[in-house]
């Protein structure tokens, strides 16, 4: 089942921060997020696996609330390379597959 | 550089003209996935080989048809394109341990081969 992401779109100003949230339904095993740029494949940024855990390089970072069913990435000061749109991707328990949020569009001004 | 490679990068077929997209790897992934992703879309997955084991998805269509003939290489084969399959093919290879139970590896994403039917 696809998990929900909000908001859909945001605008930001350079140095700005934005969060992201991840939403499942179904318990989460493991959470991915991923950036991609138009014409491109998704670039890894980085996996959760535990509930509670917290990780994050540079000033994106993200959470993961096993409990509450969801995790959030937290972008800080963006710059304009955080541009793009950003996917979380759930992985349930037993299946070795990843299956994506809709995406979040993000757009970074000078 | 070890790498999934995605050929061609751009391919076009004719409505209804059979037509073979290829993936190979150099990371020695035991898992290999191939994701459908239209425009403004989130990437979906269409099917994966764990190992040799085949896994298709329940939405995906039977025009859908994948082969994999050995570690390093995945084709997809589109039996008879519509003009809705038109959309970017990505593959994308993890290493994953058998019954660990979680996705516990990224995955490695292709450059994507963009199709176009006419």
């Known amino acids: 089942q696809q998990p929900v992401q909000s908001p859909q779109a945001v605008i930001l100003r350079e140095g700005e921060d934005a969060v992201i949230n991840c939403s499942s339904s179904?318990?989460?095993?493991?959470v991915h997020w991923y950036r991609q740029k138009h014409g491109e494949a998704p670039v890894f940024l980085m996996i959760l696996l535990k509930g509670g855990e917290q990780k994050g390089h540079d000033k994106i970072s993200a959470s993961f609330n096993e409990k509450k069913q969801q995790s959030s990435l937290y972008l800080t000061a963006s710059q304009l390379s955080y541009s793009g749109t950003y996917f979380c991707g759930t992985g349930n328990q037993g299946a070795q597959k990843l299956v994506f949020g809709q995406g979040t569009r993000l757009t970074i001004n000078p | 550089d070890a790498m999934v490679i995605q050929n061609p990068r751009y391919q076009v077929t004719q409505f209804g003209k059979p037509v073979t997209l290829s993936c190979s790897q150099t990371?020695?992934?035991?898992?290999m996935y191939w994701y459908q992703q239209k425009s403004s879309q989130a990437p979906k997955l269409l099917f994966h080989?764990?190992?040799?084991?085949?896994?298709n998805e329940a939405d995906t269509p039977d025009n859908f048809q994948s082969r994999r003939p050995n570690t390093s290489f995945c084709f997809l084969d589109i039996r008879s394109p519509g003009l809705g399959d038109a959309a970017m093919y990505l593959c994308?290879?993890?290493?994953?341990?058998?019954?660990?139970?979680?996705?516990?590896?990224?995955?490695?994403f292709g450059s994507g081969t963009q199709l176009s039917v006419l």
């Open positions: 990371l020695n992934h035991n898992v």
């Open positions: 994308a290879t993890s290493r994953a341990l058998r019954f660990s139970g979680r996705s516990w590896e990224k995955l490695f």
């Open positions: 080989y764990y190992d040799k084991d085949f896994n």
């Open positions: 179904k318990a989460l095993y493991s």
